[in-house]
């Protein structure tokens, strides 16, 4: 189940940085850093994640999305995939 919410963050994220070489990023490093996202793109990108795996994540939340290790990790214990 884990990948499959790896593969759908990524996506996410490729949708809202399609320039971001996602091969290359850090599964522990914060993806604001690695892929210079702003925070319009990091709201993208949540919304994304929410219609994509019927998930939602409340704004109090999101900084457990701040690395692809930590948004896969929140998102199945969220329920995500299920």
Partial sequence: MSDAVREAVLAALGSVAPEADLDELEADEPL????????????KFVVKLSEDLGVSVPERDYPKLESLDDAVEYLVAAGAGE
């Avoid at 604001?32 to 709201?43: A, G, V, Y």
């Fill in 32 to 43: 604001r850093e690695q892929i210079d996202l702003d925070s319009m793109d990091f709201l």
